[in-house]
């Protein structure tokens, strides 16, 4: 297997605590638990980013028309 670059993180004995519960609950190992948190949280921020721009393209009524108008077209293409 080859050498992978890693790193030592500490974390507070109740939190590797509830890591090690998920793993033994999905039977994996802690590291895998430990990256999937890490993928939720991106997409978690991801989504949050998405909703704040749609939101900030709502509060100005001429380009939420132009959005609006542009996804018709692209459903009309569907």
Known sequence: MPSVDTT???VRRP???R???LAK???TAVI???H???DALERQEFLRGL???YQRL???PERWEQYLAERQEWDALA
């Open 8 to 10: 030592t993180v500490r």
């Open 15 to 17: 939190d590797s605590e």
């Open 19 to 21: 890591l090690h519960s």
């Open 25 to 27: 609950a999905r039977q």
């Open 32 to 34: 895998d638990v430990l």
């Open 36 to 38: 999937a948190a890490i």
């Open 51 to 53: 909703g704040q721009d």
């Open 58 to 60: 709502r509060d100005d």
